[in-house]
């Protein structure tokens, strides 16, 4: 009837509102079961986020000369108690868009800062753990002071820290971004560029942004036919980021392959299933414990 057809056909330029690509759509039932869930997860991310169902995972970073432990990123998983193990693909662009992903951040940041705590008050060797950073955090002026109160509650050095945001804030408010970075930096966290070279990179961004770390993105290794092409340029950017006094770490690294070019290229970090993928806390620690 007309009423399922105009919700539909609603449903339908909802979900593609911003792609310009899409001048026609066509309504399918997938759309339907992504509504069906989208609607679930704000439904639920509430009592999710009070019922501490979202679990930190670390994926190690391996330093590429020695091939030891030398830092981490924390990774979203919710761990439902429906719905089992749920990846961050399913629900963080819903939190992107409805705006919870800034209590997750936090929560994450949090957490992150809480295990820190705990592994010096044991007098364990820590390594920096990064968390990210979404771009909607870029609209509030006092966002380095409130990641600074956050972290402060366990008396963690600064250092151990380290925050991951992508290019993208930079399209947002650049006064906002290049502000909170700088204020960040001043009070000791790492700041590092995620997906460097992914979407919508520029290189005039490094211009005037000042980080700590570059993350290139394995991206550039993927195509089969381009591999050549994409290597070169990881290697020069490399370079770049050596001159322009970054680290470098190369993200979604699988083989051994990729791991001996980035050594020979003098690549700092390693971040790969070649190593090790996202693992809960437990596991982590079990496995570098050494
Ligand atoms: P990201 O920040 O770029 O994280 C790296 C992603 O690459 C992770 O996916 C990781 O599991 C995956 N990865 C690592 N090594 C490999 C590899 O060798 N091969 C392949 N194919 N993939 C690899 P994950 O954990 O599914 O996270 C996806 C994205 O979700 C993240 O991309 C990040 O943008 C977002 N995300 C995850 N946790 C959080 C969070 O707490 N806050 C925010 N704002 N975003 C998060
Ligand atoms: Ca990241
Ligand atoms: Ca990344």
Redesign the pocket.
């Known amino acids: 009837d007309v009423e399922v057809l105009y919700h539909n056909a609603y449903t339908a330029c909802e979900l593609h509102a911003d792609d310009s690509d899409h001048k026609i759509t066509f309504f399918d039932e997938e759309m339907k079961r992504q509504r069906l869930w989208e609607r679930k997860v704000e439904d639920d991310m509430e009592r999710a986020l009070a019922a501490k169902e979202?679990k930190?995972?670390l994926?190690p970073k391996i330093s590429a000369s020695e091939e030891k432990l030398a830092g981490a990123?924390?990774?979203?998983?919710w761990i439902h108690p429906q719905e089992g193990f749920i990846?961050?693909?399913k629900f963080?662009p819903i939190?992107?868009s409805n705006g919870f992903?800034l209590k997750?951040?936090d929560y994450?940041l949090e957490e992150v800062a809480r295990q820190q705590a705990e592994w010096i008050a044991q007098e364990r060797t820590i390594v920096p753990i990064s968390?990210?950073?979404?771009r909607?955090h870029f609209t509030r002026e006092d966002l380095a002071e409130h990641i600074c109160e956050i972290v402060d509650r366990y008396k963690v050095p600064h250092s151990c820290i380290e925050l991951?945001l992508?290019e993208s804030a930079f399209f947002d408010d650049k006064k906002v971004l290049l502000q909170t970075v700088k204020k960040l930096r001043d009070n000791g966290f790492l700041v590092s560029m995620?997906?460097f070279g992914a979407g919508y990179s520029s290189l005039n961004s490094l211009k005037e942004l000042k980080i700590d770390v570059l993350?290139i993105?394995?991206d550039f290794f993927r195509n089969v036919e381009e591999v050549e092409r994409g290597m070169l340029i990881v290697s020069e950017v490399i370079d770049l980021a050596k001159k322009l006094d970054m680290k470098i770490v190369a993200?979604?690294?699988?083989s051994r392959d990729q791991v001996d070019f980035l050594v020979q290229q003098e690549c700092d970090l390693i971040?790969?299933?070649?190593f090790a993928?996202?693992m809960p806390v437990e596991e982590f620690v079990e496995k570098y414990k050494q």
């Open positions: 979202f930190v995972y994926q990123e924390a990774l979203v998983r990846p961050p693909n963080i939190f992107e992903i997750l951040d994450m968390v990210n950073v979404s909607a991951e992508t995620d997906d993350k993105d394995a993200e979604g690294i699988e971040q790969g299933y070649f993928k996202p």
